[in-house]
């Protein structure tokens, strides 16, 4: 029954997506993807919010009256929590007064289940940042119909208030919005300006300061608001250098000569900020963070590098044969420090 929310990628991804997508002529007798040359790929505008560093949390209404919550990976009870979000739910909100507003906000649940995302942050949920000085919060961010891709996202610019805000649940929207046009021609032209939007949120944190603390944010979320780019395939991240996964301040792929060995690529990849999502990982799934976990942090790490920086590793001219070994070496070693100096996390 878990209907997960989809994995933001990074603008060089969307850069490609978004080129294939209106590239795309139909589908041959044998139902393959035909793509084709085009004269010009388009300008297309995107919406931005603030991305908040937390835990991603949500809820699930279902037609049939049942209820999930869920955090990014598994479905979640009071016993088996993840950062008490299920009893944050259950007893701080209660699931009438949730229901009540998801079906004002976005009608009942139909034939299909209507799940509301949202960050999970505030407290001691992370650390660094300016909503670790403020009370645990549930930010909503996006909301769906259902698990199809291209139709199910619903639209959620005009949420500004939620109606829960003394119940400690709030729109992203709250926090102000961003806006971009992309060429995706000229796809390089848009950095600059979102390379300035986005370090401006980490110096200082927008969902902060709305609430009078100042401190560290994380980044922006862009969305498309053209209709034929609705799809989360067309959604993308762009964080300050404090949260990047890669310790490199770009929006672009890597420039291989800077990452021209397989050590170089190694250093940029297992940033603080990466090796850390490791563990959130472990938590969140509530697999103890001792030797026992070892395997499933380095999968995790190993899997998460594939993903995010698969075209600098390609342009650096490695593979992920030859580093797979000096990975796991490095990540193991920062695993064992770290579980060393662990203490309670949960």
Known sequence: MLITFPKIRQYKDIVAAVRRHASYQGKDEDGNPIYGQISEYPK???????????SNASVAFHPDGQVFIQSRNRILTVEEDNHG??????EGVGLEKLRAFAEQTFGPPDESPLILYGEWCGGSIQRGVALAQLDRMWVIFAARRGAEEETSWLDVDGLE??????????????FGRY???IDFERPELARNEMVALTLGVEARCPAGASFGVEGTGEGI?????D?????????????????????????????PEIIASREAFIDAALSPRRLEQGIEHLQELRLPL???STGDFLRWVFNDVLSEESDTLAAS????????????RRARLWFMQRIGEAGEDQ
């Open 85 to 90: 979000f299920a009893r944050f739910i259950h």
């Open 227 to 255: 209709p034929r780019f609705i799809s989360s395939n067309f959604w993308f991240k762009t964080k300050g250098e404090a949260h990047s996964a890669t310790k490199v301040r770009t929006l672009s792929p890597v420039d």
């Open 161 to 174: 208030e939620t109606g829960l805000e003394a119940h400690q649940i709030f729109s992203v929207n709250r």
């Open 317 to 328: 001219g490695l593979d992920q044969k030859s580093l797979g070994a000096p990975l796991s």
């Open 179 to 181: 806006a971009v046009t």
């Open 290 to 292: 001792d030797k026992r």
């Open 44 to 54: 297309l505008s995107f919406t931005g919010t603030v991305k908040l560093h937390g």
């Open 221 to 225: 979320v862009w969305r498309c608001v």
